[in-house]
């Protein structure tokens, strides 16, 4: 079993930038894949970035390459989400999820979510 928290949200102005942390308790695995998603109002949940545990490959959508940064800290058991140049457009609810078979598609384990608010 696996449980995640979030932290590091809040409100920042356009062109600001805000770091996420995903706190991971519970045994975690090579073959894991941890992501970050985000979910405006309105909108369905978007996976804007993962990583794989073992090897360190990274996946970005492509709204927000070269903005943000997905890593993750084994010793620590964390991963971090580094949002630079933030946009409006990036305010959401940003959650920190889980695919223990490393698809990219079969996410498992979920956070409560951490808020983030950009204004123009």
């Known amino acids: 079993q696996v449980q995640l928290a979030e932290s590091g949200g809040g409100l920042v102005q356009a062109g600001g930038s805000l770091r996420l942390s995903c706190a991971v308790s519970?045994?975690?695995?090579?073959?894991?894949?941890m992501a970050w998603f985000r979910q405006a109002p309105g909108k369905e949940r978007e996976l804007i970035a993962d990583i794989k545990w073992g090897s360190g490959s990274t996946y970005y959508a492509y709204s927000v390459k070269g903005r943000f940064t997905i890593s993750r800290d084994n010793a620590k058991n964390t991963v971090n989400l580094q949002m630079n140049s933030l946009k409006p457009e990036d305010t959401a609810v940003y959650y920190c999820?889980?695919?223990?078979?490393?698809?990219?598609?079969?996410?498992?384990?979920w956070g409560q979510g951490t808020q983030v608010t950009v204004s123009s």
């Open positions: 999820a889980a695919d223990p078979r490393g698809f990219r598609n079969r996410f498992d384990y």
């Open positions: 519970g045994r975690t695995f090579s073959s894991y894949v």
